[in-house]
């Protein structure tokens, strides 16, 4: 289907170059002008929901390629969902930081603290963005761009290829972390190609994007009250 084609396309090639010619001037205007954080937040939004809208459309029109939206229950699928849970409570524990601890979480947070929430507002949007990032870009990379590229080419390339892109439109948050997030984007499709449940994937992506931004939101309320220079 040429429509399929013009949406891996979209995802594939447009949306990655995009974030690549733009990354550089997204942070240095969030580091200039904490406002443009929102800005930023919201407009994250609207591109992850309008691939992912279409996506869906193109899947409820044309069924293809064959996506499995629908969640699939397993012995394994039950280990995975047991384990993301206790991995995602532990995660949300270690948000509960002392200050003598702060500099040391900012420090490793470095390439990506001003890109995370400073105050009430971005924390909420930022968990908005978080739900939408876990449920749309496992759509747009793990279902769809995997599925695509399984019919079209092998199965190795499925894993390597999406996440490969998947990584270059977090560019943004440094250099250094783009392995970090090929290796997430290759756990992620581990865990929907053998389980066939796209929403384990997106239950852990959602938990790790959230209690990123709330460790980072501790660090700036804890340094604020303490009076610890930012």
């Not at 892109?165 to 929907?192: D, E, K």
Request: contains cysteine.
């Amino acid at each position: 289907m040429a429509t399929t084609s013009i949406i891996a396309v979209l995802i594939g090639i447009v949306f990655p170059i995009y974030v690549v010619l733009t990354h550089k001037r997204i942070n240095l205007n969030i580091k200039r002008d904490g406002a443009f954080r929102l800005i930023d937040y919201k407009l994250t939004l609207f591109i992850f929901w309008f691939l992912t809208l279409l996506v869906i459309l193109q899947y409820l029109i044309y069924k293809q390629p064959k996506l499995n939206f629908y969640p699939n229950f397993s012995i394994i699928g039950l280990i995975v969902f047991l384990l993301i849970m206790a991995f995602s409570i532990f995660q949300y524990k270690s948000t509960k930081i002392s200050a003598e601890h702060s500099n040391d979480i900012k420090n490793k947070l470095n390439a990506i603290y001003h890109y995370l929430p400073k105050t009430k507002q971005e924390r909420f949007w930022f968990i908005l963005l978080s739900i939408s990032a876990g449920i749309c870009e496992e759509i747009i990379f793990r279902l769809f761009l995997f599925e695509f590229c399984r019919e079209h080419t092998m199965l190795g390339f499925a894993f390597i290829i999406p996440n490969i892109i998947f990584a270059l439109t977090h560019i943004g948050s440094g250099i250094s972390n783009l392995i970090i997030a090929f290796i997430l984007g290759l756990l992620f499709s581990v865990i929907y190609y053998f389980t066939q449940n796209i929403w384990l994937a997106v239950l852990l992506h959602i938990a790790i994007d959230i209690n990123t931004g709330l460790l980072a939101y501790n660090v700036e309320q804890i340094q604020k009250q303490s009076n610890i220079p930012l």
